[in-house]
């Protein structure tokens, strides 16, 4: 019997997060529950806004790698990019390939086809410098590849490192290194994909057309305290909308401005102010009229985009700050001022420049396919680049090729969520990795021909037809040894070694027996001389912190947290068994959650109605590290009651009688609980997610239930 569980929360947890953001008691329940309060992480799921996304510049590296691809355009450098052969990979290659071309470079990409090993290798080297190629990028790689690069850099090549992989204790050097995962990168949120490692270069690329990229500018601001004897002067300096340094004077009447620090600090600095007349005029009270400081106003250039703006003080708009509302310590002034700045300038690239807002969207769409096939949490600002991509696709704005795959699996035109992409559309794009023809996925993003990216399209889905059935036919041998393996290392971990598994699908299989038995587990196959094997986990148990122990056996290997893979000679296996029988009994696992239904709120049955469905949109996206909403009604009584499935009748379909509505439930897999657990007509306690059931064009809300009980 399953555990349900609800965690206790009291009204001063709900009350506290309704003042603070203005959400409703449910919402506010569902936040508190889930322990999401801080404002930090709460913005996340309220806000839509593209302003609320990390400036690019953060990463301490981003500059080098903008001058670097700039020099590459202005010396007319032939530049290679090199990707992965997964979806975050393809993405990747994608979203820099068009950026790249855009900007007239000359450009080529490659992905590792056939029996290539994961990231860039010596032949892709070799090969561009036949083609007098002077820049390699690789997106979603490369962190690990401290050799290959070495080798690039010999050949006179540099190399641009954008990934997202967590970095071996020795980096790739001479190279450019943005990743998130570095401890030194300076950005502020390490687990995003390597597609958004790409878009976040891509928008540094489109801010470094505007004048002022690489500029030095200073926000002032200065106001009397309450008695009218002071004066506070806060200072911002600012470089490509990055704070870059801060100061504040408080002085009184009659101070010398020689004898404070503004005159270092702004020394050669542009300085914006907001209402000239009023910040000159108490400067000249504390200073004299001999201090003259030369401003720029920007209260009126705002107010020609915002004309309400056109009277408005810096404290009045402080109060109305979406982003003090979540983050109370930038609730200044200054800080209204910077914020107000850079939504500005970001209002006038985008009217400067028009069409990078187009590519932004189209961007935007392939960052959000790439969030969910890495299976990144979504949190942060991974639940923003979905949440765009998704209404872009959903307002027909599906850029090319993409359009084409969604047609194919029957999804335009139709209501796209998070779950759509994870199920329909990532699989059947990283078939044609896991089949060797990445290649073949990435064109379907490149191709101009509207009539061959269809028949592109077309391929990729009979090539994922034929990786179903590949992983099928490898989960049989699994599953034979399975149980074995699992008791020889004291279920800590499970291993599958068999040379009939297709190497494109180890890491499907590596998966589902993590699903299956709840332990961490590695699918090994053999190529040619190679041993191939991908390793995945759960229940707090880091993968690479048992292949960093194992190191010196692998030609390669490398990933995240919860997943990689390795390659290791065949010759080794001995070695490699050997070793696992020495560190496998050290595995350390969390407890099993498997049993455990986490509750986030009780909706008692007056209150169980279809807008309901709003709340459960407003928590999209669901995936990693934000599991769907799960609801309890008490006393719901089952209507109607049947048994349905084609193959076989497993499946439950349930008709709950609430007085003025009547709601339909599924309950997948359920069907031995009718007559045995409860029957119609009875009282029932259900858990439940709130979805849709789309039938012949007509959307209707449906019950999806968890788990049910004869109420007492």
């Known amino acids: 019997m399953k555990n349900w569980i609800k965690k206790h929360i009291t009204r001063v947890d709900v009350g506290a997060l309704y003042d603070k953001f203005g959400v409703n008691a449910l919402t506010a329940s569902i936040l508190a529950r889930r322990g999401i309060t801080e404002g930090s992480d709460v913005q996340f799921f309220l806000e839509d806004d593209l302003r609320f996304l990390h400036n690019p510049f953060l990463f301490n590296n981003m500059e080098d790698a903008v001058d670097r691809i700039l020099q590459a355009k202005d010396e007319d450098e032939r530049v290679l990019i090199f990707g992965d052969r997964d979806v975050d990979g393809i993405t990747a290659t994608a979203v820099l390939y ?36 002077s820049l390699v990028i690789t997106v979603d790689c490369g962190i690990s590849n401290v050799e290959e690069i070495a080798y690039a850099s010999s050949k006179g090549m540099d190399v641009i490192v954008l990934d997202h992989h967590t970095p071996p204790e020795t980096l790739p050097s001479p190279a450019i290194i943005v990743n998130p995962k570095c401890e030194d990168s300076g950005y502020p949120f390490k687990d995003i994909s390597g597609c958004a490692v790409v878009y976040k270069v891509v928008t540094a690329l489109r801010f470094a057309q505007s004048e002022l990229y690489k500029n030095e500018i200073a926000l002032l601001t200065a106001s009397l305290s309450e ?56 400067l000249a009270q504390v200073f004299g009229n001999g201090a003259e400081f030369n401003f720029l106003d920007m209260r009126p250039e705002v107010a020609k985009l915002i004309p309400q703006m056109a009277t408005a003080s810096l404290s009045q708009l402080k109060a109305k700050s979406k982003l003090a509302r979540y983050n109370p310590e930038q609730n200044t002034e200054i800080n209204a001022f910077f914020n107000i700045f850079v939504t500005f300038m970001n209002a006038q690239m985008a009217r400067q420049f028009p069409q990078n807002e187009k590519a932004n969207e189209r961007d935007l769409q392939l960052v ?20 765009h991509g998704i209404a872009s696709m959903n307002k027909g704005n599906a850029r090319e ?64 037809n034929e990786r179903k059935a590949l992983g099928n036919e490898g989960w049989n041998y699994a599953a034979m040894q399975a149980k074995e393996s699992i008791q020889k290392y004291g279920g800590k971990l499970c291993v599958i070694i068999d040379e009939r598994i297709n190497r494109g ?9 993590v699903n299956v038995y709840d ?25 690479l912190s048992l292949l960093d122990k194992m190191a010196d056996l692998f030609v390669s290997y490398g ?79 089952i209507s ?3 048994i349905i499935g084609k193959a076989e009748r497993q499946h439950l379909k349930l008709t709950f009688d609430l007085g003025k509505t009547k709601w339909p439930a599924m309950f997948w897999g359920g069907a031995e609980s009718l007559h045995r657990d409860f029957d119609k007509g009875d009282l029932v306690d259900v858990l439940y997610q709130v979805g849709r059931n789309t039938f012949n064009g007509v959307e209707t809300p449906q019950l999806i239930i968890t788990d049910i009980r004869k109420s007492l």
């Open 368 to 387: 959000a396919l790439a969030a969910l096939a890495d299976i990144m949490p979504l949190k942060n600002e991974n639940r923003i680049f979905i949440r």
């Open 559 to 637: 990933g995240h947290a919860y997943a990689a893979g390795f390659t290791f000679k065949k010759e080794r296996l001995n070695d490699f068994l050997a070793a696992l029988d020495r560190f496998a009994p050290e595995i350390e696992l969390a407890s099993s959650d498997s049993q455990q239904i986490n509750i986030d709120a009780e909706i008692p049955s007056d209150y169980l109605k279809p807008d309901l469905l709003s709340i459960v949109d407003d928590f999209e996206p669901y995936g990693e590290e934000n599991r769907e909403l799960t609801f309890m009604s008490k006393n719901l009584r």
């Open 505 to 513: 699908v180890s890491g499907t299989i590596a998966g589902k027996l």
């Open 227 to 282: 008695n009218g004897e002071e004066c506070t002067i806060d200072v911002l300096k600012l470089q490509n909308l990055v704070e870059k340094g801060s100061l504040r004077e408080t002085v009184r009447a009659g101070t010398s401005v020689s004898s404070t620090k503004l005159i270092d600090f702004l020394r050669g600095q542009q300085i914006f102010v907001w209402d000239e007349k009023t910040t000159a005029s108490l």
């Open 98 to 133: 068009d950026c790249l071309t855009s900007l007239g470079i000359d450009v080529r990409w490659r992905l590792p086809g056939g029996t290539d090993p994961y990231g860039l290798n010596k032949n892709a080297v070799d090969d561009f410098e036949k083609e007098y190629g």
């Open 640 to 642: 109607d009651a049947m």
């Open 401 to 464: 090729g993409l359009k084409e795959l969604l047609s194919l699996q029957n999804l335009l035109g139709k209501r796209i969520c998070a779950s759509d992409l994870s199920w329909n559309i990532n699989p059947a794009l990283n078939a044609t990795g896991r089949l060797g023809q990445p290649e073949i996925g990435l064109e379907l993003f490149l191709e101009k021909d509207a009539a061959k990216r269809t028949q592109i399209a077309q391929k990729i889905i009979e090539m994922n």
């Open 519 to 543: 332990i961490p587990a590695m699918a090994i196959t053999f190529v040619d001389e190679n041993a191939i094997g991908s390793m995945r986990s759960c229940r707090g148990f880091e993968v």
